[in-house]
């Protein structure tokens, strides 16, 4: 019997600062948090929210220690978050039916499932869940949304700076990094059968750190998501399929799971990337004289050799101009990479799925720059203007690390209010903002096909129309294009 005021073990990974081994595999735990337990026949069940956590599917947790529940379940909801298998364990296919991969999204299945048959023990309404996430746990959500095995599981949905139209969030070559992990590991084979038995008997750790050591050698891997969600090409005889085709074609042709949706951006995503140049501030001259290597990392399409040389010269041309990639023109690189990396993705997404959306879209942008930005402050990145990705978490929850007790005049503790209170409204309602009052004097208009609508979030609140429109008519020129 477990102490259920304890939370279980993290999914094994590799420490993020330290690069050191922490987790273990019995780690499929949820954490639930609940305003009260149900008592008299008088209480209505509350609204359900479940997070999914982020960490580019190879690190993370929906531990108390960064997503603590305070502020969400002030507002009567119930929350609950989960862990779910990670890095190898989690995503690794071998693209066939030996093993055809997204365990870890399959977790996260099981997860929902399991809340719609326990909830109502802790006060919740299996009839009223709401799945959010951020960054690549934004991206799950967005899975959830099509794929059948999450089919009636959930009613609202929030993708925090993730889609599963990122380039970053689908593999599409599982197979050779299957086998890439294996011959690192000590095992040189094609045959899938066997690469699993050998799989099978490796420590977790040798596991987890044999990526670590393929992206030491591979240069083509580094600062990306080595493992993803993959396209399933095969099946294990009596198991489900989660995903068996391109979300882009199960968006465009209006397959989506037909639910309310929050989706949207932090103002300068792309900060996140500066990380790379500052441990290694060379690279940014390296970027500079060989701008091609660049767009290679960026850019997941494949591209001939004259297509990338004339792709960077255009994505050079509009950025930079005539100037060089240096200290003096970092925003222009953040703007560059918030744009591609996140913005157009998203995008390109909502210009299919708002074809056949039955229920409302939300957009926004995050764009408050204060003293509660999660990732600034973990990369010691607080020196840089504008949001970086997953800045916004903490206006979300209570993170042990960052002090949370704010003047409640102050500017920080208002945006954290407003941003609680929308979720929590859009949990119960489908609805983030109902109506008008003194914290939130904006109603949040859905976005169209016409009218881009979204919703800036800064120390106001204002609804405006087509996010970065200039720098989206770019990239949908650019690839337009490439398809010509």
Same mark, same amino acid.
């Given at each position: 019997m477990r102490d259920a005021l304890v939370e279980g073990p993290t999914c094994a990974q590799l420490e993020i600062f330290k690069k050191e081994f922490k987790g273990e595999e019995d780690c499929l735990y949820l954490n639930v948090y609940t305003p009260k337990l149900p008592g008299g026949s008088d209480e209505f069940p509350k609204a359900v929210m479940v997070w999914i956590h982020g960490g580019g599917f190879t690190m993370g947790d929906g531990n108390f220690w960064i997503y603590g529940p305070d502020y969400l379940v002030a507002e009567g909801v119930v929350l609950v978050t989960l862990n779910y298998r990670l890095g190898p364990l989690g995503f690794l296919s071998t693209g066939d039916s030996v093993l055809p991969g997204n365990n870890g999204l399959k977790d996260q299945v099981m997860a929902l499932r399991w809340i719609q048959q326990n909830i109502a023990q802790f006060g919740g309404d299996p009839g009223n869940v709401t799945i959010f996430g951020g960054s690549s746990g934004g991206s799950c959500v967005h899975f959830h949304m099509l794929s059948p095995m999450s089919e009636g599981l959930f009613h609202h949905a929030i993708s925090q700076s993730g889609s599963a139209i990122n380039s970053w969030a689908l593999d599409e070559s599982p197979?050779?990094?299957? $086998? =890439? =992990?294996?011959?690192?590991?000590?095992?040189?084979?094609?045959?899938?059968?066997? =690469?699993?038995? $050998?799989? *099978?008997?490796?420590?977790? @750790? *040798?596991?987890v750190e044999g990526v670590i050591k393929i992206k030491a050698m591979e240069a083509e !891997?580094?600062?990306?998501? +080595? $493992?993803?969600?993959?396209?399933? @090409?095969? *099946?294990?005889? %009596?198991?489900?399929?989660?995903?068996?085709?391109?979300?882009?074609?199960?968006v465009t042709q209006g397959r989506s799971h037909k639910v309310p949706y929050i989706i949207g951006v932090t103002s300068h995503e792309g900060?996140?990337?500066?990380?790379?140049?500052?441990?290694?501030?060379?690279?940014?001259?390296i970027y500079n004289k060989n701008f091609e290597l660049l767009i290679r990392k960026i850019i997941h399409t494949e591209l001939s050799d004259r &297509?990338?040389?004339?792709?960077? @010269?255009?994505?050079?041309?509009?950025?930079?101009?005539?100037?060089?990639?240096?200290?003096?023109? #970092? #925003?222009? !690189?953040?703007?560059?990479?918030?744009d591609v990396q996140f913005v157009f993705p998203i995008y390109m997404q909502l210009k299919r &799925?708002?074809?056949? /959306?039955? +229920?409302?879209?939300?957009?926004?942008?995050? /764009? +408050?720059?204060?003293?509660?930005?999660?990732?600034?402050?973990?990369?010691?990145?607080?020196?840089?203007? %504008?949001?970086?990705h997953s800045d916004e978490l903490g206006y979300l929850f209570r993170m042990g690390h960052m002090d949370p007790d704010l003047d409640p005049d102050s500017p920080e503790a208002k945006t954290r209010s407003r941003l609680v209170k929308m979720w929590a409204n859009f949990a119960k309602t489908g609805c983030p903002t109902p109506k008008k009052d003194w914290l939130l004097n904006v109603i949040w208009k859905p976005t169209a096909l016409g009218d881009r609508w979204y919703l800036n979030i800064d120390t106001e609140l204002t609804m405006q129309l087509h996010l970065n429109k200039e720098r989206i008519t770019f990239w949908e020129d650019m690839f337009r294009s490439l398809e010509e």
């Open positions: 197979r050779k990094k299957a $086998f =890439l =992990l294996g011959e690192v590991l000590g095992c040189r084979t094609n045959d899938s059968n066997r =690469l699993m038995d $050998f799989l *099978r008997t490796v420590p977790v @750790r *040798r596991l !891997y580094r600062g990306k998501c +080595f $493992f993803a969600p993959v396209i399933e @090409r095969g *099946r294990i005889e %009596g198991e489900e399929i989660f995903l068996s085709e391109p979300p882009i074609d199960v900060l996140i990337m500066l990380k790379e140049i500052q441990l290694n501030p060379q690279q940014l001259d &297509q990338l040389k004339e792709v960077a @010269r255009k994505i050079r041309q509009f950025y930079f101009g005539d100037r060089p990639l240096c200290q003096e023109t #970092l #925003l222009e !690189y953040v703007d560059m990479n918030t &799925q708002l074809v056949h /959306s039955a +229920f409302p879209v939300y957009c926004y942008r995050f /764009s +408050f720059d204060g003293k509660l930005a999660y990732m600034k402050h973990l990369l010691g990145m607080t020196q840089y203007p %504008g949001v970086c």
